[in-house]
């Protein structure tokens, strides 16, 4: 069965350096999307992207943050000088279709990414 | 805002059918009630999603209200496994937005 693949599982980083969290998403899943959850708290929202742009971000993605397709099949989250706040899993997901109102647009998750910033 | 209503916990023997509520009144014409739950900070996994009609899949059914403003997931046989956290959410854009979900406990 086809999955979404994140790597690393784990990255530590130091405060202010940069990091580039890598997801492979469904090979035919055109939507993209990053979500994110600190320890003990909900799973957030962070960006969705479709055809090389994003199409929503929340007000978490802010400047530090961007995403990127590099190729066919990688999907990326930067972010540029990290904060201890941003120790949390990181999530990508996709999905076939857009749109939570409509038939065949279920998301899936990868197993994600536990990003420790010390 | 997550717009639906789920109770915190829930305990359920291993074999029996674990039945999990959700309340979601003002939920609009045109937006999905969609389940996930997430093991122990893994990935969220998608269970099952359905407009008004009850849907049944390998995993589970959905059993919607005929007036919508509230649904219920039914594992048929539920084993220590299924031990996770149940999120019922509303198709809200292209967005998932996550409440607190149900904490399932699956006991032998």
């Known amino acids: 069965e086809p999955e979404v693949t994140q790597t690393p599982s784990h990255q530590v980083t130091q405060m202010g350096q940069e990091v580039i969290l890598r997801c492979v998403p469904i090979?035919?899943?055109?939507?993209f999307y990053w979500y994110r959850q600190i320890l003990g708290q909900k799973v957030e929202f962070l960006v969705s992207?479709?055809?090389?742009?994003?199409?929503?971000k929340s007000e978490i993605f802010d400047d530090q943050f961007s995403v990127e397709r590099p190729d066919g099949s990688n999907f990326t989250l930067k972010i540029r000088s990290t904060k201890l706040e941003d120790s949390a899993m990181y999530f990508c997901a996709s999905s076939e279709a857009l749109g939570l109102d409509s038939r065949e647009n279920e998301q899936y998750f990868g197993p994600g990414t536990r990003l420790t910033v010390t | 805002d997550a717009k639906t209503t789920q109770p915190p916990s829930m305990d359920c023997a291993e074999g029996r059918a674990a039945n999990l509520p959700c309340n979601h009144s003002?939920?609009?014409?045109?937006?999905?009630v969609y389940w996930y739950r997430q093991i122990h900070s893994q990935g969220p996994q998608y269970i099952i999603h359905g407009l008004k009609n009850n849907e049944t899949n390998e995993m589970a059914s959905l059993i919607i209200t005929e007036d919508r403003k509230s649904s219920t997931l039914i594992l048929p046989h539920a084993t220590l496994r299924d031990t996770a956290v149940y999120y019922c959410l509303r198709g809200y854009g292209n967005k998932l937005v996550f409440g607190a979900g149900t904490i399932l406990r699956v006991k032998s």
């Open positions: 090979s035919n899943h055109l939507y």
């Open positions: 992207f479709y055809n090389n742009e994003i199409s929503e």
């Open positions: 003002t939920i609009s014409g045109n937006e999905y």
